[in-house]
């Protein structure tokens, strides 16, 4: 119980700087609007959506105005105080739930949901994938979906520019386990690549597509950098944007997008 306050602490720390550092820079609304078209296909209106680590909202609200109905969680009450905020800003308040719940110690949930979403990272704070995966195969509709936009084991941005520097950090993923300091707090970290979660899901999911997010726009602390150089950033989006429709190239960027579809009863 203590860990799992120590990470809510922290995340509640991170809450207020996260858009700022995030969600609202241009290299950050590009990567989320690169997955959100890769989900578009698979919408459509009452659609029932669980949101898993959805930090200050951003997915939750865009599936909310796509008409879906979304029950939004995160273990952190500062990110869902901020999530149902910005719902009763942008009058979707009608069709987002808010509800703390804690992907390392997932508790009961009512399903059945069509969709479940894990967006930019929330399941690289998961340790162990067998409790959340259990929870996953009760809950996901048959023939419904489980995305996750996950860090995976290799950057080859990451491994590229800090290398060139010297540092450490450009082999962090490599034995896929770290640790990262967030909100004062240092937290374990996990980089899952698609067969780990096909592996921890087993046969009750089919992994149907595997696209990189992040394969030319870097890491979100060389966000700033980008953040001076506008054109950098524009001809590295058209180049993203072109290998958005690939699979192999998912290995070597800062994400995967991995979709898994629920297969049998």
Not at 54 to 68: F, K, M, R, S, Y
Not at 99 to 119: C, K, Q, T, W
């Amino acid at each position: 119980m203590a860990d799992i306050r120590a990470r809510a602490d922290a995340f509640d720390a991170f809450a207020a700087e996260y858009d700022g550092n995030f969600a609202r820079t241009g290299p950050g609304r590009l990567l989320r609007e690169s997955v959100w078209r890769q989900l578009t296909p698979h919408l459509r209106p009452d659609l029932r959506v669980l949101d898993l680590g959805c930090g200050t909202g951003e997915d939750a609200l865009w599936l909310a105005a796509q008409g879906c109905e979304v029950t939004a969680t995160d273990a952190s009450p500062a990110m869902l105080d901020t999530t149902w905020r910005k719902a009763l800003a942008d009058g979707l308040g009608d069709r987002i739930e808010t509800r703390l719940f804690d992907l390392n110690a997932p508790h009961d949930i009512e399903g059945p949901f069509d969709l479940v979403l894990s967006d930019f990272g929330a399941l690289n704070c998961v340790v162990d994938l067998a409790p959340l995966a259990e929870t996953l195969r009760r809950i996901v509709a048959p023939g419904g979906l489980f995305v996750a936009v996950v860090m995976g084991r290799f950057c080859a941005l990451e491994t590229l520019w800090y290398g060139a520097h010297g540092k450490a950090t450009a082999w962090r993923r490599w034995t896929g386990k770290t640790s990262a300091n967030i909100g004062g707090e240092r937290i374990p970290i996990r980089y899952w690549q698609p067969g780990d979660l096909a592996r921890a899901l087993g046969p009750a999911f089919r992994v149907e597509t595997v696209r990189p997010v992040g394969l030319f726009l870097p890491p979100s602390d060389l966000f700033p950098l980008l953040d001076r150089h506008p054109r950098l950033l524009a001809i590295l989006a058209l180049w993203e944007a072109r290998a958005a429709s690939m699979g192999w190239p998912a290995y070597l960027a800062d994400h995967h997008f991995t979709l898994l579809r629920r297969v049998g009863p």
